[in-house]
């Protein structure tokens, strides 16, 4: 459980310094009249997904983009499944050595 509050802790400190990068690029851009992309953003439209990373711009076809998420979701689902089935085993394996046990 620890594990799971430093995770999120982590991530929520990362999001926060992302935004406030992303508030200075927006700042320095309206102070000196140019036009700096933020640090990282998402934009869509009808066909494509713009991905922004270091003012960089990267477009991806949006139907790849959601085979891509679908079978990735898809990939969790099986290796929970079998990471479920392989604890199980092992405490039923560990529940018989405690009986020969005694």
Not at 75 to 86: A, F, K, P, S
Request: aromatic share 6%; glycine share 6%; net charge positive.
């Amino acid at each position: 459980m620890r594990r799971l509050y430093r995770t999120l802790l982590v991530l929520t400190i990362l999001v926060l310094v992302i935004l406030g990068l992303n508030i200075s690029t927006q700042g320095m851009n309206s102070l000196t009249l140019s036009n700096q992309k933020p640090v990282l953003g998402f934009e869509t439209d009808a066909e494509e997904v713009n991905i922004i990373t270091l003012g960089e711009s990267r477009s991806y076809n949006k139907q790849q983009v959601m085979r891509n998420i679908i079978s990735t979701g898809q990939r969790v689902q099986i290796y929970t499944h079998c990471g479920g089935e392989y604890v199980a085993r092992k405490v039923r394996v560990i529940k018989e050595w405690l009986l020969l046990l005694i």
